[in-house]
């Protein structure tokens, strides 16, 4: 059973910086495609950014240029560095994995979910 752990997370005002982290309890490097993905109240998952085995990543529109995914197989963890943080960028975040070869941001993709930790950026 694979578990995916994400503490971290927080309260930050606008503008400011805050790093996620997801453990793993399983070598990382055997999971092709990690990915990070929100949920605002009300709405639905949102695909945030995702990182391949060869480091290749993408990012939603949203994020680009001031979010930071990273993956450290030897530590079998996976980073967020979120910088220049929006009150849009509220919800709770989630880390995704798969041993499937492509790395879409689509949720359904994904069949390793951790459970989530709250974001919250006040303006």
């Known amino acids: 059973h694979v578990q995916l752990v994400e503490p971290g997370g927080g309260s930050v005002q606008a503008g400011g910086s805050l790093k996620l982290s997801c453990a793993i309890s399983?070598?990382?490097?055997?999971?092709?495609?990690m990915a990070w993905f929100r949920q605002a109240p009300g709405q639905g998952r949102e695909g945030v950014a995702t990182i391949a085995r060869d480091q290749t990543t993408l990012y939603s529109d949203s994020v680009q240029d001031r979010f930071t995914i990273s993956r450290d197989n030897a530590k079998n963890t996976l980073y967020l560095q979120m910088n220049s943080l929006k009150p849009e960028d509220t919800g709770m975040y989630y880390c995704a994995a798969t041993e499937n070869y492509f790395c879409p941001l689509r949720a359904a993709w994904f069949n390793l979910w951790g459970q989530g930790t709250q974001v919250t950026v006040s303006s």
């Open positions: 399983r070598y990382t490097y055997s999971l092709y495609c």
